[in-house]
């Protein structure tokens, strides 16, 4: 009797039938391990199917380690070897939160836990079809260079409608003005690896992004914390630390800060600039939630027209964190550095990816994504700065858009307290410290809006004030 049973009215292709199905009679035993696998021939014949489709099958069980091809001897089953993974040591609260924990946390949290601190959006807030479509038109239109390497300066159409849409903040760049990356991560380690060195003092923003910490402590550049206000920095803090220790750059987010949810003010934008020529330090501007905010303010890079200022933008957030597309826009010949670095660590970009998010972008579907998605978080801000301030918690700011809520417990000095509590109810709150370079304890912790509707969540923050 034939184990495998293939019918012709299945959703699947023949060949994802015969794979399935062979999987799982080798996962639970019936078939067995290091018995030799019916030959294609035979198999097409008792199955009355091209030899064709059982051979893509067999390559596709090959390639999962479920077969194995032994030159003139065929098929011999080789059931692939699965090894446990404990990640639940960070949600459970049994790792101290650092960093790294917050960046892997995002990576390896059960499904069965609500993030309700994590970057990530709620699957059905993202434009999946978008996605998709753009995938289609990919597909549709490929042609042999996408075989080849692509432009280490980024695929050039994409760039060149990067130029349009930075002109609509009013940043003029030449196409050769941007860069292309993966993701915003890449584009600021490209920055310290080419303008900075080991032992060299930055500015930074205190909260801040954790991972920034992370990567400036990798090469052994020293950040000086600045504490963020609710309009952008402290810059009268500021000043001094520029003057005590000469940093080289500074790292800020000036629209939508993560974590606080605040937003640089064109005032403070104006002084800080003056502050850094005055200091002599260059100044890199995160602007990754720039689509989430709408409103077309001022950046730093606007005034500065990209003189002292490195741009950094990106797609993760509002396309797909899976294309890793984002860029950097500055001065022509600091990005033709930037393009050497990057050559010499990656080659270049993923073509694919870059002609993905160009598709995506050149389509009037991702506005109108962009504007369900800014639409849905206005509500959710609402919602969730009055549900905590009816619940007691203070809040750092109203944020004019984005995500994150930056808030406080008033009895509580510690938030890695809510963490560890959380956890036991199965929700992940990041303790506020790993948003801050030293990680000393604060009683402020962020939540990402789109959650703070669940049921759970509700329930335990109701529970936090009792």
Same mark, same amino acid.
């Not at 650092?98 to 993030?115: A, E, V």
């Not at 009816?390 to 984005?402: A, D, N, T, V």
């Not at 938030?415 to 948003?435: H, M, N, T, Y």
């Not at 990402?448 to 329930?459: I, Q």
């Given at each position: 009797m034939a184990l495998v049973r293939i019918s012709g009215s299945s959703e699947? #292709?023949? @060949?994802?039938? $015969? @794979?399935?199905?062979?999987?799982?009679? $080798?996962?639970?035993?019936v078939v067995r391990n290091g018995s030799r696998a019916v030959s294609i021939r035979c198999f097409a014949r008792d199955h009355k199917i091209s030899a064709h489709t059982v051979a893509e099958a067999y390559a596709r069980l090959v390639a999962h380690g479920y077969y194995q091809s032994r030159p003139r001897s065929g098929f011999f089953v080789s059931r692939p070897q699965v090894y446990a993974h404990s990640s639940d040591a960070a949600e459970d609260g049994a790792m101290e939160p650092d960093h790294l924990w917050q960046l892997r946390s995002h990576f390896t949290m059960r499904h069965d836990r609500l993030g309700a601190s994590s970057g990530r959006m709620p699957s059905d807030w993202l434009d999946i079809d978008l996605i998709r479509s753009g995938m289609k038109l990919l597909a549709a239109k490929a042609d042999t260079s996408l075989a080849q390497y692509g432009d280490p300066y980024g695929y050039a159409p994409l760039r060149g409608l990067l130029q349009t849409r930075l002109l609509g903040l009013g940043i003029h760049a030449q196409p050769e003005q941007i860069l292309l *990356? #993966?993701?915003? *991560?890449?584009a600021a380690d490209l920055v310290m690896r080419c303008f900075l060195k080991r032992g060299d003092r930055v500015l930074v923003e205190d909260p801040g992004y954790f991972n920034l910490f992370s990567n400036l402590h990798l090469h052994g550049i020293r950040p000086v914390p600045v504490p963020r206000k609710a309009d952008g920095p402290d810059l009268d803090m500021l000043d001094a630390l520029a003057r005590e220790h000469r940093p080289a750059m500074m790292f800020v987010q000036s629209m939508l800060h993560a974590p606080t949810g605040s937003s640089l003010s064109p005032a403070n934008a104006h002084r800080l600039l003056k502050l850094a020529e005055q200091h002599d330090f260059r100044i890199v501007e995160?602007? @990754?939630?720039?689509?989430?905010l709408g409103l077309t303010l001022p950046r730093l890079a606007t005034l500065d027209q990209l003189a002292r200022v490195f741009y950094v933008g990106s797609f993760s957030k509002t396309l797909s964190s899976a294309t890793r597309v984002g860029f950097i826009a500055g001065a022509a010949q600091f990005v033709d550095?930037?393009? #050497?670095?990057?050559?010499v660590a990656s080659i270049t970009g993923s073509q694919v990816d870059e002609r993905l998010v160009y598709h995506a972008l050149s389509e009037g579907q991702y506005r109108r994504s962009v504007e369900r998605m800014r639409y849905r978080l206005a509500?959710?801000?609402?919602?969730?700065?009055?549900?905590?301030?009816?619940?007691?918690?203070? $809040?750092?700011?109203?944020?004019?858009?984005?995500?994150?809520?930056?808030?406080?417990?008033?009895?509580?000095?510690? #938030?890695?307290?809510?963490?560890?509590?959380?956890?036991?109810?199965? $929700?992940?709150?990041?303790?506020?410290? @790993?948003?801050r370079n030293h990680l000393q304890a604060t009683p402020w912790f962020r939540l990402n809006v789109a959650y703070c509707t669940e049921p759970a969540l509700l329930n335990f923050l109701r529970g936090l004030r009792a």
């Amino acid at each position: 009797m034939a184990l495998v049973r293939i019918s012709g009215s299945s959703e699947l #292709s023949l @060949v994802e039938q $015969i @794979v399935g199905q062979m999987k799982q009679l $080798i996962d639970n035993g019936v078939v067995r391990n290091g018995s030799r696998a019916v030959s294609i021939r035979c198999f097409a014949r008792d199955h009355k199917i091209s030899a064709h489709t059982v051979a893509e099958a067999y390559a596709r069980l090959v390639a999962h380690g479920y077969y194995q091809s032994r030159p003139r001897s065929g098929f011999f089953v080789s059931r692939p070897q699965v090894y446990a993974h404990s990640s639940d040591a960070a949600e459970d609260g049994a790792m101290e939160p650092d960093h790294l924990w917050q960046l892997r946390s995002h990576f390896t949290m059960r499904h069965d836990r609500l993030g309700a601190s994590s970057g990530r959006m709620p699957s059905d807030w993202l434009d999946i079809d978008l996605i998709r479509s753009g995938m289609k038109l990919l597909a549709a239109k490929a042609d042999t260079s996408l075989a080849q390497y692509g432009d280490p300066y980024g695929y050039a159409p994409l760039r060149g409608l990067l130029q349009t849409r930075l002109l609509g903040l009013g940043i003029h760049a030449q196409p050769e003005q941007i860069l292309l *990356t #993966s993701g915003a *991560t890449q584009a600021a380690d490209l920055v310290m690896r080419c303008f900075l060195k080991r032992g060299d003092r930055v500015l930074v923003e205190d909260p801040g992004y954790f991972n920034l910490f992370s990567n400036l402590h990798l090469h052994g550049i020293r950040p000086v914390p600045v504490p963020r206000k609710a309009d952008g920095p402290d810059l009268d803090m500021l000043d001094a630390l520029a003057r005590e220790h000469r940093p080289a750059m500074m790292f800020v987010q000036s629209m939508l800060h993560a974590p606080t949810g605040s937003s640089l003010s064109p005032a403070n934008a104006h002084r800080l600039l003056k502050l850094a020529e005055q200091h002599d330090f260059r100044i890199v501007e995160n602007d @990754v939630y720039c689509d989430m905010l709408g409103l077309t303010l001022p950046r730093l890079a606007t005034l500065d027209q990209l003189a002292r200022v490195f741009y950094v933008g990106s797609f993760s957030k509002t396309l797909s964190s899976a294309t890793r597309v984002g860029f950097i826009a500055g001065a022509a010949q600091f990005v033709d550095e930037l393009c #050497s670095h990057k050559m010499v660590a990656s080659i270049t970009g993923s073509q694919v990816d870059e002609r993905l998010v160009y598709h995506a972008l050149s389509e009037g579907q991702y506005r109108r994504s962009v504007e369900r998605m800014r639409y849905r978080l206005a509500n959710a801000l609402q919602m969730a700065g009055d549900m905590l301030e009816e619940q007691g918690f203070e $809040i750092f700011c109203r944020p004019l858009g984005g995500k994150f809520v930056w808030a406080r417990h008033l009895q509580i000095d510690d #938030s890695e307290d809510i963490w560890r509590r959380a956890a036991q109810a199965g $929700i992940l709150i990041a303790p506020g410290k @790993v948003f801050r370079n030293h990680l000393q304890a604060t009683p402020w912790f962020r939540l990402n809006v789109a959650y703070c509707t669940e049921p759970a969540l509700l329930n335990f923050l109701r529970g936090l004030r009792a």
